[in-house]
């Protein structure tokens, strides 16, 4: 019988396994949190225990690090000037209002909010409502404070490294390598200063693999279907049937309309949400004729085309684009939001279409030539040629206290500084595991390597569209989740395949463990840069390994 745990190290099953066991590989009993005494309960509520106890001490360690100290610096830092204002201004009025000099309501907001002068009128600004909701909500908790701003950050970072506990260990079929997964972005210097900041990019994150999760979770329940359907032949294995490959349908499926709204809230953060839902109609379509063909259809493409593909794009599209305009509920229902009633009693072409609806249209591509126009220099701009390689970090806040001031005691003076870095160790390591990965895909057919691949390029190479424009590294933070699996498939395949020699297996484990070691000091090194604690301005320049990262 085929080793079913070869498929943990990425290794394609050979074309004599069962259809069923193609289809839909189970997943491994895997009791490793739950020790000897599982052995002896190997229940299925102990199979989902041990499943789930790694994931969630995974997460927890991660919410610790990023719930530590959140209100410090009780600062305005980089882009919150924006996005924590106008989620009050949401809260108070439904849309963004227009606030007093940036300067003087930053003062304020850090003194008394109360006396803060917030006028109804509305305000041009560059990205959609839902990450300025997500924001809002942690003000409506706690307040206008920068404890209230961030906490909805903190949280979505803590629970995106649960889910890809949960994600990893789906696609690999092992909770071990899925833990992995998540304790790497739990370590990920980018994802921990994005998870204590009021920005968007974060947001766009979480909904991003919140809809990778759904879409994993339909491919296998659709091909659970698929196989179960399958005639059984007398030696009780699985038979393709080019009847059922070619002609069965599917219900409606639920996970992938899941996706679709998910896909909508990331659009209506920022726009870049938007490449995402191309790149996964695409890949989910690829997955349904993969499926169709291990079935035994004989004209995948077409069954694809006649039975999946209309409703895979209305799963995908139309809901993600219902939740776009349904995010627009407070502007819609305003009367000063910006732009609100622009179409009103304008006549022409178009005017068959409400038009609340043209006065959004035009507003979006107000909106849309700022975005694309926006070509001012910034000190820390940086070309995505870049990014892979940390060439150029953003600083979120710097501070020079001196002896005696803010807890310096060196008489050489401190610095307290966030960083917007990747963990070195991690990103550089990630540069080599998307080159293993695209000889998986490319030359083995790995289905996992290219799903990886997929929301990679979903959130990177668009940007190279936009070179001339002003852009930063921390939008990576978008795809630091499928770094985090590329790592983590190319540290199984170093682990080696369970036929190997025992030599091999032990060389293997040396070197995935002393990997994820370095990965792990390294975080630990750098953490200081990430939260904004004071430290000797000698031990500041250790850590800025190039010039390009002051």
């Known amino acids: 019988m085929w080793p079913e745990r070869l498929r943990r190290f990425g290794y394609v099953a050979p074309p004599g396994v069962d259809v069923r066991e193609r289809l839909v590989p189970d997943f491994r009993r895997d009791l490793l949190f739950l020790g000897k005494f599982a052995r002896f309960n190997a229940s299925r509520v102990n199979v989902v225990a041990s499943s789930w106890l790694g994931p969630i001490f995974v997460g927890a360690v991660a919410g610790a690090i990023r719930f530590w100290r959140l209100g410090q610096p009780r600062a305005v830092i980089f882009d919150e000037t924006y996005y924590a204002k106008d989620?009050?201004?949401?809260?108070?009025?439904?849309?963004?209002?227009?606030?007093?000099?940036?300067r003087v309501a930053d003062m304020h907001m850090l003194a008394d909010p109360q006396v803060i002068?917030?006028?109804?009128?509305?305000?041009?600004?560059?990205?959609?409502?839902?990450?300025?909701?997500?924001?809002?909500?942690?003000?409506w908790m706690f307040g206008l404070d920068p404890f209230g701003w961030r906490f909805m950050s903190a949280v979505l970072g803590t629970l995106s490294v649960l889910m890809l506990c949960r994600i990893g260990r789906r696609l690999f079929r092992s909770t071990l390598l899925g833990c992995l997964a998540g304790t790497l972005m739990a370590?990920?210097?980018?994802?921990?200063?994005?998870?204590?900041?009021?920005?968007?990019?974060?947001?766009?994150?979480?909904?991003?693999?919140?809809a990778f999760g759904c879409l994993l979770i339909d491919r296998d329940r659709a091909r659970a279907r698929l196989a179960a359907a399958l005639p059984i032949g007398s030696d009780g294995r699985a038979r393709p049937d080019a009847?059922?490959?070619?002609?069965?349908?599917?219900?409606?499926?639920?996970?992938?309309?899941?996706?679709?709204?998910?896909?909508?809230?990331?659009?209506?953060?920022?726009?870049?949400?938007?490449?995402?839902l191309v790149f996964f109609v695409i890949l989910t379509a690829l997955w349904d004729v993969g499926a169709r063909r291990a079935a035994g259809a004989q004209r995948p493409y077409r069954a694809v085309l006649r039975k999946d593909l209309g409703w895979s794009v209305l799963s995908l599209i139309p809901v993600?684009?219902?939740?776009?305009?349904?995010?627009?509920?407070?502007?819609?229902?305003?009367?000063?939001?910006?732009?609100?009633?622009?179409?009103?009693?304008?006549?022409?072409?178009?005017?068959?279409?409400?038009?609340?609806?043209?006065?959004?249209?035009?507003?979006?591509?107000?909106v849309y030539q700022f975005n694309v126009g926006l070509h001012a220099p910034h000190k820390y701009q940086s070309n995505p040629w870049s990014w892979l390689v940390l060439g150029r970090p953003v600083l979120f806040q710097y501070e020079s206290p001196k002896l005696g001031q803010g807890g310096c005691h060196e008489a050489t003076g401190c610095a307290q500084t966030i960083l917007a870095l990747g963990t070195p160790l991690l990103w550089w390591?990630?540069?080599?595991?998307?080159?293993?990965?695209?000889?998986?895909?490319?030359?083995?057919?790995?289905?996992?390597?290219?799903?990886?691949?997929?929301?990679?390029?979903?959130?990177?190479?668009?940007?190279?569209?936009?070179?001339?424009?002003?852009?930063?590294?921390?939008?990576?933070?978008?795809?630091?989740?499928?770094?985090?699996?590329?790592?983590?498939?190319?540290?199984?395949?170093?682990?080696?395949?369970?036929?190997?020699?025992?030599?091999?297996?032990?060389?293997?484990?040396?070197?995935?463990?002393?990997?994820?070691?370095?990965?792990?000091?390294?975080?630990?090194?750098?953490?200081?840069?990430?939260?904004?604690?004071?430290?000797?301005?000698?031990?500041?320049?250790?850590?800025?390994?190039?010039?390009?990262?002051?």
């Not at 560059?126 to 997500?134: F, L, S, Y």
């Not at 069965?248 to 995402?276: D, E, H, I, P, Q």
């Not at 009633?341 to 279409?353: F, L, M, Y």
Request: glycine letters at 10%; charged letters at 10%.
């Open 87 to 102: 989620a009050w201004s949401l809260l108070r009025l439904g849309y963004e209002g227009t606030w007093p000099e940036r």
């Open 117 to 139: 002068s917030l006028s109804d009128s509305g305000s041009f600004v560059a990205h959609p409502p839902t990450g300025k909701w997500v924001i809002a909500l942690g003000e």
């Open 187 to 210: 370590v990920d210097g980018l994802h921990v200063v994005m998870s204590r900041s009021a920005l968007l990019d974060l947001v766009v994150m979480f909904f991003v693999l919140c």
């Open 243 to 276: 009847c059922i490959g070619d002609r069965a349908g599917m219900a409606v499926r639920f996970w992938r309309l899941a996706a679709g709204l998910s896909l909508g809230l990331a659009a209506s953060t920022k726009w870049n949400g938007l490449y995402f």
């Open 320 to 366: 993600a684009c219902v939740t776009y305009l349904a995010t627009w509920t407070g502007w819609f229902l305003s009367d000063n939001g910006y732009g609100r009633h622009w179409a009103d009693g304008r006549g022409g072409t178009w005017s068959w279409i409400p038009a609340p609806l043209r006065s959004l249209w035009h507003y979006e591509y107000g």
């Open 429 to 550: 390591s990630a540069c080599c595991a998307l080159v293993y990965l695209l000889y998986r895909w490319a030359l083995r057919r790995d289905w996992r390597a290219g799903a990886v691949l997929c929301a990679v390029s979903a959130g990177y190479l668009p940007w190279f569209l936009y070179q001339d424009r002003t852009i930063f590294q921390f939008y990576a933070v978008v795809f630091v989740p499928y770094l985090c699996l590329a790592v983590t498939m190319m540290v199984g395949a170093i682990l080696g395949p369970p036929g190997a020699t025992s030599n091999r297996r032990a060389v293997g484990a040396v070197a995935a463990g002393v990997l994820t070691l370095l990965i792990l000091w390294n975080f630990i090194y750098f953490f200081p840069i990430y939260t904004a604690q004071v430290i000797p301005y000698s031990g500041w320049q250790a850590r800025m390994w190039f010039t390009t990262w002051v």
